[in-house]
């Protein structure tokens, strides 16, 4: 596909479903917004200035220090229900914990949210990675190869259950077995809904490749966005499929550059030491994926890829990232209903004459899965 056919870059807000989203700091210019009222304002917003899709993060308790960081969250499948039902256009998505959820209970819960959003529910399946939440249920944190094994089973049947006619999916695995699987009503995008998966390492990359629509990626630096996006395309190739890419950019943009970099050091200089070191310690364990992160790579936006600068400096830097592979942008802001506003008026119009974006509510056709 050539650039000129390319479809548009879908634009995401990593939404503030939790308390203290997302940079692990003390340093605020406004409210906290993680209340569901303010993540419905943030959305409604979002949705007149022409984003494309909204995503939770999935948490069960907060990370400690100063902030408890993420402490306070509200659960994502009852998060997406509430947001669908007052959206018409933007995609919602889910973020479900492998080992908490039983497939069928999640296809179920799943199918429901589609309908619900008549098509615009997606899914993130994530694998779990912290001891402490899974600990606090009695869950074991399986070896990381073998987590993406039973994640690997859990698509699967959810695809199974999706796609097959009710009553008769079967399926046997290590983990679980599913005799007659029936869910009905099915999903309304067919064949299903978009699955995602976020992560780099060699486990994730097959996994998605494999059994994905998308691959969430967290990146330190603009410029390894070609080598990641093309080794997850080549990958899907392989199984005659297609994978999009979505990056993580933390974005924030004032009238000049040194204004933007002095917010950023606030932001820094206010670090919460003892919450980021339990995230930093926590994500990494077993994973590979962050071993070159510093402390402040992951205080800012949790390790989101900082994209600071002027509006004309952002709207450069996003554009750069499409044309290395990006098919998204998943974004964390400061100040989440203010950079929502102010993202559509400032950056939206900039991306557009770019050819980054289309014009609004020309990219938010519920896209079907191969
Ligand atoms: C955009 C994005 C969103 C994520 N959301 C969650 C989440 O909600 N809950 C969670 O436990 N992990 C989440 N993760 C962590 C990943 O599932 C994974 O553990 C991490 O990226 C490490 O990947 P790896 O296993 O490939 O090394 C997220 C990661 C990214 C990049």
């Not at 909204?54 to 902030?67: A, H, Y």
């Not at 970099?261 to 932001?267: A, P, V």
């Not at 400096?313 to 209903?337: N, P, T």
Request: aromatic share 12%; charged share 25%; hydrophobic share 40%.
């Amino acid at each position: 596909m050539t650039q000129t056919e390319r479809e548009p870059l879908q634009l995401g807000i990593f939404m503030p479903n939790c308390s203290n989203a997302y940079s692990i700091s003390t340093y605020r210019t406004g409210p906290d917004e993680w209340p569901y009222a303010s993540n419905k304002r943030i959305a409604l917003a979002a949705e007149a200035a022409g984003f494309d899709f909204l995503f939770p993060v999935s948490r069960w308790r907060g990370f400690g220090g100063k902030t408890n960081y993420l402490g306070l969250s509200q659960e994502t499948m009852t998060w997406a229900a509430a947001l669908l039902a007052v959206t018409t256009r933007l995609k919602v998505y889910s973020t479900v914990h492998v080992p908490v959820f039983h497939p069928l209970v999640a296809a179920k819960m799943g199918a429901t949210l589609d309908h619900i959003g008549q098509g615009r529910w997606g899914i993130n399946i994530v694998s779990g990675w912290s001891r402490e939440e899974f600990g606090m249920m009695g869950i074991e944190l399986l070896p990381h190869d073998q987590r993406y094994a039973k994640t690997a089973a859990f698509i699967e049947i959810l695809k199974g259950l999706w796609t097959e006619e009710p009553g008769t999916f079967d399926y046997d695995s290590p983990w679980y077995r599913i005799t007659g699987g029936y869910v009905n009503p099915q999903p309304v995008c067919k064949p299903h809904p978009p699955i995602v998966n976020a992560g780099v390492s060699e486990d994730v990359k097959e996994l998605v490749a494999r059994l994905c629509d998308w691959a969430f990626i967290g990146q330190s630096s603009i410029e390894e966005t070609k080598g990641l996006t093309q080794d997850f395309k080549v990958r899907a190739d392989r199984y005659q499929r297609r994978v999009r890419c979505a990056g993580y950019p933390f974005v924030l943009w004032r009238e000049t550059e040194k204004e933007a970099e002095d917010e950023k050091r606030r932001i820094l200089d206010q670090m919460d030491p003892v919450a980021t070191e339990n995230w930093a310690r926590g994500l990494g364990i077993g994973s590979g994926s962050f071993d070159h992160f510093t402390l402040e790579m992951f205080a800012l936006g949790a390790g989101a890829l900082p994209v600071i600068g002027t509006a004309e400096q952002v709207a450069l830097k996003l554009k750069r990232l499409y044309e290395l592979g990006l098919d998204g942008v998943l974004m964390c802001f400061l100040s989440y209903y203010d950079d929502t506003v102010r993202f559509g008026r400032e950056i939206v119009p900039l991306l557009r004459q770019l050819g980054v974006v289309g014009e609004a509510g020309d990219r938010t056709e519920v896209e079907e899965p191969r």
